[in-house]
């Protein structure tokens, strides 16, 4: 029997199913698939680092743009939980834990997520020659956090309550997002109806339910982090001039590359751990889904031949 024969073997003797066997193996071609270019995606932007210069705010051109600086505040600030720093960007989940058993009867555990939301505010990056906008409210950025500190994990056992600010938290974003819907159009309703705001639906804090064990993870980006930023410098709308050009221009999406990167890590420092991982990521994921892709066709599409 050969590898992947003998690998599919084994997972169709613990599954107990061959049809479970065939969702894995789909399953793993299409995951494949996304190592692959998300693989490639991760190398292009090592590249772009590599070959777009770092430019002072006070010189930077219109168009495309690589900068390094301090958040400032611009307009507005982020009070989560487990922080005492004031933030421009937090992303967190809530998840419960699950028991699940199977038609064999065995018993398994999983996370399953119940809530989740990202807000991002348009802030201020400083550095030695002046300041610039960052429109991260209006084009969502990539943010790559690295940070421990600014990353936290907290679990729920049963009977125990969460602290009360955070249930205010998780409520306060559900009715800020409310108020969002409410004021978009047909598209954007459907849209946010199958994002975050459809997971609340259940209850405004869904981790008041303490039948189950549940676990919070939130990452934010504090004041005054200093950071990597990669976009494009673009006309400001009412921009004024009052210590220089800058004040005319804001940070936005880069249109021609579709990038938008901040994070807390440098320049040099992303452009050696994008370089490795890229091309590792697209290497794993061409051989899972060949792997799956033999499997498939040996055994349920063509077997025998």
């Known amino acids: 029997m050969t590898g992947p024969e003998w690998w599919a073997s084994v997972v169709l003797q613990s599954s107990g199913d061959s049809g479970d066997l065939f969702v894995i193996l789909l399953i793993g071609f299409f995951g494949g698939l996304y190592l692959v270019y998300d693989g490639f995606d991760t190398w292009k932007m090592s590249r772009l680092i590599q070959d777009t210069p770092t430019s002072k705010v006070r010189s930077m051109a219109v168009g495309r743009t690589e900068l390094e600086g301090t958040v400032r505040e611009f307009e507005g600030r982020i009070n989560p939980p487990y922080t005492d720093a004031d933030c421009v960007y937090v992303t967190w989940k809530a998840e419960k834990r699950e028991r699940h058993t199977d038609k064999d009867g065995n ?20 550095d030695t020659t002046g300041k610039v906008l960052v429109r991260a409210d ?30 205010e938290y998780i409520v306060r974003f559900r009715e800020r997002e409310d108020t969002k819907t ?6 954007g ?40 930023l990669f976009g494009s ?13 800058q004040d005319l ?20 420092q992303l ?35």
């Open 138 to 167: 209006a084009d969502m950025p990539e943010f790559d956090i690295n940070n421990s500190e600014f990353s936290r994990e907290v679990y729920f056992n049963r009977g125990q309550m969460p602290p009360r600010d955070l249930g």
């Open 107 to 126: 018993t398994h555990y999983r996370w399953e997520t119940v809530a989740r939301g990202k807000e991002a505010l348009a802030f201020y990056l400083e």
């Open 182 to 187: 409410e004021m978009e159009d047909s598209g």
């Open 249 to 268: 221009l804001e940070i936005r999406r880069d249109s021609e590359t579709g990038e938008f990167l901040v994070s807390d890590s440098s320049g040099a």
């Open 233 to 245: 410098a673009e006309p400001r709308k009412s921009g004024r001039m009052a210590s220089g050009q």
């Open 271 to 305: 452009q050696t751990s994008y370089s490795r991982r890229g091309p590792i990521e697209t290497v794993a994921g061409i051989v899972v889904s060949a792997v799956a892709l033999y499997l498939l066709l040996s055994w349920y599409i063509m077997p025998g031949v």
């Open 189 to 228: 309703l459907l849209e946010r109806a199958l994002g975050t705001v459809s997971e609340f639906m259940e209850a405004d804090n869904p981790l008041t339910n303490t039948s189950k064990r549940r676990r919070y993870t939130q990452t934010v980006l504090p004041l005054g982090t200093d950071i990597y």
